[in-house]
């Protein structure tokens, strides 16, 4: 992605967050001067990966393909081992109308993915099979708000503003927002997104970036090569 279609996509989120009264955490407000000066102070943001997250799944087409994130919170993989801690995360996205987040599932965290306003959010489900792929078949159970619901394989679950849903490792699902665009909040066991996506077709998590202008943020994936030690 263009680094200039990743500054216009930041400005209209942090607007589209801030009209359903969302505050965002300070840093979310850090340009990359004030994260490159302030390195020392904010290795908690860099190394939990919080903050900014825009992707194309590398497919070139966001609006097509596509999700906004950011990371609010997020603990740590050797807590979760030991039981302990901070064993959770939390994440504010934007999933606009009609743009596909591809089919996948996760090995280790278990989300609450919730409709905190907009449009309705649908989500296509489907149970794994037991070698972890997508199964053409099998039913699949949910719970939403504390009621489980059945859906055939492929079924689609629509979400209203307030309805949330729980994925369990494993539930395979993809997600886009219908009649209009869709502020998503996650509620979840730790995130970890370099290794716990699995994606059911070969794309990425996140884009290549083709820098024609300054970063107005950093996001995430920027973290590395911007904020090296
Ligand atoms: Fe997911």
Redesign the pocket.
């Known amino acids: 992605m263009k680094r200039s279609k990743i500054n216009t996509i930041l400005r209209e989120s942090e607007a589209f967050i801030r009209s359903f009264g969302y505050v965002l955490p300070p840093f979310a407000d850090f340009t990359p001067a004030d994260m490159k000066a302030r390195r020392s102070e904010i290795g908690g943001i860099v190394d939990a990966r919080l903050g900014w997250d825009i992707t194309d799944y590398g497919l070139g087409d966001f609006e097509r393909e596509g999700l906004f994130l950011f990371t609010v919170r997020n603990g740590n993989a050797a807590a979760l081992k030991e039981g302990r801690g901070m064993l959770y995360a939390e994440k504010i996205m934007i999933s606009r109308h009609d743009q596909i ?1 591809p089919m ?3 090995d280790v ?1 278990a ?1 609450d ?1 919730i409709n905190r306003g907009g449009g309705s959010l649908c989500i296509k489900l489907h149970a794994s099979a037991p070698d972890g792929s997508v199964d053409p078949k099998a039913p699949v159970s949910v719970p939403t708000d504390g009621i489980i619901r059945r859906f055939d394989a492929g079924g689609v679950l629509r979400l209203s503003p307030g309805e949330s849903v729980t ?1 369990m490792p494993g539930v395979w ?1 993809n997600f886009w927002a219908e009649d209009a665009d869709v502020l998503i909040g ?1 509620v979840s066991t730790v995130n970890d997104d370099l290794t716990d ?1 699995i994606f059911a077709e070969p794309i990425a998590r996140f884009s290549e970036v083709e820098e024609d202008e300054e970063p107005y943020r950093l996001l995430v994936s920027d973290y590395p090569d911007w904020l090296a030690e």
Do not use: P
Request: hydrophobic letters at 20%.
């Open positions: 987040s996948h599932r996760h965290k989300e993915i994925l699902h996650e996506n």
